[in-house]
T-cell receptor, first 111, second 113 residues
Framework: DTGVSQNPRHKITKRGQNVTFRCDPI?????LYWYRQTLGQGPEFLTY????????KSRLLSDRFSAERPKGSFSTLEIQRTEQGDSAMYLC?????????FGPGTRLLVL | GEDVEQSLFLSVREGDSSVINCTYT??????LYWYKQEPGAGLQLLTY?????DMKQDQRLTVLLNKKDKHLSLRIADTQTGDSAIYFC?????????????FGSGTRLLVRP
């Protein structure tokens, strides 16, 4: 049984660069979530997909952020023109019913 | 909006019981969760409770829910050093909110040998 996987696990980038993260959910899960976790805080909701449809986006998701789930399987989260304030752990979760299972996260550091 | 509060830190001796507490403001949540996070890792689902239940036991874990006081607790029996981690309480909102989770800031549990 494979859980949720995320790549890369770590990313260091310079301010102003673009970065893209990938999430592979548990195979039969049709719901996919992205959360952001900053140091010392709990995760905060960013966006939600049901199959390939993006049904909700948080106000935290500025215009520089875009997420896709083109075939209803894996998802990507892109951040354009990164800022130091984007440094955080980006977590992906998937679910079939109500319980969400999380991946290991991608830790982003913007210098 | 919804708010979830947890105490920041708990230290216990190995073999003792740990009790981690959580209070919340939203009363419409149908499921409430406890997740565990070890350093540098993602969140591991520990257990959850449906809102019409008062208690749920799962091996060393006992979850108590007091809906009147909006208080949730996680008791870990016979706490081990491997239980040292950050524990997050989370509320699940309904379909009109995409079933998203609202997390507390986490309680850091330190188990002393």
């Amino acid at each position: 049984d494979t859980g949720v996987s995320q790549n890369p696990r770590h990313k260091i980038t310079k301010r102003g660069q673009n970065v893209t993260f990938r999430c592979d959910p548990i195979s039969e899960h049709n719901r996919l979530y992205w959360y952001r976790q900053t140091l010392g805080q709990g995760p905060e909701f960013l966006t939600y997909f049901q199959n390939e449809a993006q049904l909700e986006k948080s106000r935290l998701l500025s215009d520089r952020f875009s997420a896709e789930r083109p075939k209803g399987s894996f998802s990507t989260l892109e951040i354009q023109r990164t800022e130091q304030g984007d440094s955080a752990m980006y977590l992906c979760a998937s679910s079939q019913e109500q319980t969400q299972y999380f991946g290991p996260g991608t830790r982003l550091l913007v210098l | 909006g919804e708010d979830v509060e947890q105490s920041l830190f708990l230290s216990v001796r190995e073999g003792d019981s740990s009790v981690i507490n959580c209070t919340y403001t939203d009363s419409s949540s149908t499921y409430l969760y406890w997740y565990k996070q070890e350093p540098g890792a993602g969140l591991q689902l520990l257990t959850y409770i449906f809102s019409n239940m008062d208690m749920k036991q799962d091996q060393r874990l006992t979850v108590l829910l007091n809906k009147k006081d909006k208080h949730l607790s996680l008791r870990i029996a016979d706490t081990q050093t491997g239980d040292s981690a950050i524990y997050f309480c989370a509320l699940q909102l309904g379909l009109d909110s995409s079933y998203k989770l609202i997390f507390g800031s986490g309680t850091r549990l330190l188990v002393r040998p």
